[in-house]
């Protein structure tokens, strides 16, 4: 598989704290991708970061990408119970055409 | 904001039957996919298109599926002879750049093949 699993599989935080989760991969890719997945719906895009690009923030959400490693992180800061979901990594791999690969996902529980 | 809607959102099917799974992409893109996330299962690519062809399709996309853009709006999934396996949810995405920026997911189809 090219791409790696994410971790943790499970995280719960009290709200107000940060929650942070980290996906690797295996080749080389063009960009990476965070999605939220609320239960029973679509999946949305969070954030992009191409391969040049070593860290990007959005509001809450902060986003580092190590390709000497072949890792990426998601921050989320300041938790809110909404923030309660799967969130995904996706890779656009450089040799796969323009389909995304996604990770197993980590499910995120924020407690209020 | 636009977005991807899909149809219909919980599809029950007998084994055996054919399964025509319904999405409108956004307007102005011009990238279009098919995933599919059996239950507790990573999101799996099935199908790419662009340009009114398909430009790449996963090995879980044999012979029984196929893809069409009828009528310049709709993008369909149609699935022919459905197998237990099959169950899952089917998501369509949309993107106006490919695999090189965001892609727009719908809500997803949920199969159930009984």
């Known amino acids: 598989s090219q791409q790696g699993e994410e971790d943790p599989q499970a995280l719960s935080i009290q709200e107000g704290e940060n929650a942070t989760m980290n996906c690797s991969y295996k080749?080389?890719?063009?960009?990476l991708q965070w999605y939220r997945q609320n239960s029973g719906r679509g999946l949305v895009h969070l954030i992009l970061?191409?391969?040049?690009?070593r860290e990007k923030h959005s509001g809450r959400l902060r986003v580092t990408l190590d390709t000497s490693k072949k890792s990426s992180s998601l921050l989320i800061t300041a938790s809110r119970a909404a923030d309660t979901a799967s969130y995904f990594c996706?890779?656009?791999?450089?040799?796969?055409?323009?389909?995304?690969?996604f990770g197993g996902g980590t499910r995120v529980l924020v407690k209020p | 904001e636009p977005e991807v809607t899909q149809t219909p959102s919980h599809q029950v099917t007998q084994m055996g039957q054919e399964v025509i799974l319904r999405c409108v992409p956004i307007?102005?893109?011009?990238?279009f996919y098919w995933y599919r996330q059996i239950l507790g299962q990573k999101v799996e690519f099935l199908v790419s298109f662009y340009n009114n062809e398909i430009s790449e399709k996963s090995e879980i996309f044999d012979d029984q599926f196929s893809v069409e853009r009828p009528d310049g709006s709709n993008f369909t999934l149609k699935i022919r002879s459905t197998k237990l396996e099959d169950s899952a949810m089917y998501f369509c995405?949309?993107?106006?750049?490919?695999?090189?920026?965001?892609?727009?997911f719908g809500d997803g189809t949920r199969l159930s093949i009984l």
């Open positions: 995405a949309s993107s106006e750049e490919g695999g090189r920026g965001p892609q727009h």
């Open positions: 996706a890779t656009d791999f450089k040799a796969a055409g323009n389909k995304l690969t």
């Open positions: 970061i191409r391969s040049n690009e």
């Open positions: 307007s102005n893109h011009l990238y």
């Open positions: 080749t080389s890719i063009n960009n």
